[in-house]
Every structure is written in structure tokens, then in C-alpha cells.
């Protein structure tokens, strides 16, 4: 168990709907991060948050947005969701902004 | 931007030594991660290298050359439980520190 938690587990919805993912760092980590695993496109980084700002962005779509709360939990949202969105959704952690990635066991997303 | 290339398969026998090779291709390194994940399971972090040489914990070992962009991981006394995905994985050296990672290796041990 890498403390990180995420929530749902699971999430199956239809296309042009909208969910939120949820995600609690470890304690004492201030850096969030969003990966998507797909089949064709492996793990990719999303985008990252350090003690509520966004640090650094990847290949998120503009359908996608996340945010940091004060309390350090975070939130990914999907809009307008289409079938190939359907993949593992994976926070980590990490104490400051390059230390070791922790990460959390993940959200499967079904888009039917 | 950068690539990240390592064998898609490996197989191997309960016991033996396996080395998972990975070269990346980037600009502002910062270092090498590797990770492993169990089908289904969420990726763990193994070990890290940001300097040339050898890192060892316990029965994993990670290589780093910065000057060839080559690392891998060495797998030793291998157990049926290893049978997983491996991911090289490099981060840059600016503001972030996001991850990118390679295609990822299926090791298989074989009793």
C-alpha cells in the first residue's frame, strides 16, 4: 500500500457524460500527479500539482481539468466523455517536485 | 521530445538473473526510474538512478550510463511473484517532475 488513495475504483458511464476522479496524497506529500494508462498509449503523464499550483502539464486534453484543494486532495475531471477515454486513471505523490513518485491503485474508467 | 525504448517480453526460469535493458532519448535529464506493475495493479516504485553506476535493493539492481543514455534493471534469484511489468521511466530537469515512460516489459518467470 503506497498511501496514496483514489476513488471510485471503478466508474462505467456513457459517452458525452462527465466524472470527477478523486485523490488523496500521502501524508506530508505536497505534489500531485495525473497518469492515464490505455493499451495503445501506454502510461502517460497528465498533469501535475505542487501544494495547489499547477507545475507542469502534459498531454491533457482540453476536455480534462484538475485541480488541487488546500487540503492537498485532488480532483480530475472529465467532460464530453468519448469510448477512447476508457483507461486506468493513476494519481501519485510525491513529497516536493523531484522526488520519488508514489503511486495510488487507480481509477478503471468504462466509457460505453 | 522524448522515447524511451525497451523489450516488449522477457522470459526467464525461478532462480535465474534477468537484465531488463532500457535507452532514452531526451533533453535535460534529470534520472532513471523503474517501476513495476502486477496486471491490474498499480505501478510501484523499485529504484532510482540520477548518477552513473549501480544502486542495489536487495534483489533488484538499477544501472545508470548518463553518457551512453542507458540504464537497466537486474533482476536477481528471480521468484514466480516477478512475473509483472517493468517500466523505465526518466524525468526531466525543469519546473516538474513528470515521468515518461517506456512501453514496458512483460517479464514471465517459468518454474
Known amino acids: 500500500d503506497s498511501g496514496v488513495t483514489q476513488t471510485p475504483k471503478h466508474l462505467i458511464t456513457a459517452t458525452g457524460q462527465r466524472v470527477t476522479l478523486r485523490c488523496s496524497p500521502r501524508?506530508?506529500?505536497?505534489?500531485v500527479y495525473w497518469y492515464q494508462q490505455s493499451l495503445d498509449q501506454g502510461l502517460q503523464f497528465l498533469i501535475q500539482?505542487?501544494?495547489?499550483?499547477?507545475?507542469a502539464k502534459g498531454n491533457i486534453l482540453e476536455r480534462f481539468s484538475a485541480q488541487q484543494f488546500p487540503d492537498l486532495h485532488s480532483e480530475l475531471n472529465l467532460s464530453s466523455l468519448e469510448l477512447g477515454d476508457s483507461a486506468l486513471y493513476f494519481c501519485?505523490?510525491?513529497?516536493?517536485?523531484?522526488?520519488?513518485?508514489?503511486f495510488g491503485p487507480g481509477t478503471r474508467l468504462l466509457v460505453l | 521530445g522524448q522515447s524511451l525504448e525497451q523489450p516488449s517480453e522477457v522470459t526467464a526460469v525461478e532462480g535465474a538473473i534477468v537484465q531488463i535493458n532500457c535507452t532514452y532519448q531526451t533533453s535535460g535529464f534529470y534520472g532513471l526510474s523503474w517501476y513495476q506493475q502486477h496486471d491490474g495493479g498499480a505501478p510501484t516504485f523499485l529504484s532510482y538512478?540520477?548518477?552513473?553506476g549501480l544502486e542495489e535493493t536487495g534483489r533488484f539492481s538499477s544501472f545508470l550510463s548518463r553518457s551512453d543514455s542507458y540504464g537497466y534493471l537486474l533482476l536477481q534469484e528471480l521468484q514466480m511473484k516477478d512475473s509483472a511489468s517493468y517500466f523505465c521511466a526518466v524525468s526531466l530537469n525543469n519546473a516538474g517532475n513528470m515521468l515518461t515512460f517506456g512501453g514496458g516489459t512483460r517479464l514471465m518467470v517459468k518454474p
Open positions: 501524508s506530508g506529500d505536497l505534489s
Open positions: 538512478n540520477a548518477l552513473d
Open positions: 501519485a505523490s510525491s513529497v516536493g517536485y523531484q522526488e520519488t513518485q508514489y
Open positions: 500539482y505542487y501544494n495547489g499550483e499547477e507545475r
